[in-house]
Nanobody, 123 residues
Framework: QVQLVESGGGLVQAGASLRLSCAAS????????MGWFRQAPGKEREFVAA????????NYADSVKGRFTISRDNAKNTVYLQMNSLKPEDTAVYYC????????????????WGQGTQVTVSS
């Protein structure tokens, strides 16, 4: 079992930065691919970014490429999402996800989900 707890969300103005964190429980965290998703009001949950357990492979949604960076610290059982140049359209609940297979994160079928953290970007 892996439990995921997100933090770092908040209300910011357009152009600002935020860093989300996702703390994972479980001794096998380092073997899981991790990812971030988001769900805006009235929309379906969408993929944002993913990182392999080796940290060698990352994948980003086109809408966040060049602005968001996913990283992980396996010693701290934590994955991060650095979000720069935030736009109002980035407003959503952001969810952390974990999967034993990297492609499962990218395809939106991870093994575990966090509860989410709200990010609101004002114009």
């Amino acid at each position: 079992q892996v439990q995921l707890v997100e933090s770092g969300g908040g209300l910011v103005q357009a152009g600002a930065s935020l860093r989300l964190s996702c703390a994972a429980s479980g001794r096998t965290f380092s073997r899981y691919a991790m990812g971030w998703f988001r769900q805006a009001p009235g929309k379906e949950r969408e993929f944002v970014a993913a990182i392999s357990w080796t940290r060698l492979t990352t994948n980003y949604a086109d809408s966040v490429k060049g602005r968001f960076t996913i990283s992980r610290d396996n010693a701290k059982n934590t994955v991060y999402l650095q979000m720069n140049s935030l736009k109002p359209e980035d407003t959503a609940v952001y969810y952390c996800a974990a999967a034993k297979i990297f492609s499962a994160v990218v395809s939106g079928t991870p093994d575990y989900w966090g509860q989410g953290t709200q990010v609101t970007v004002s114009s």
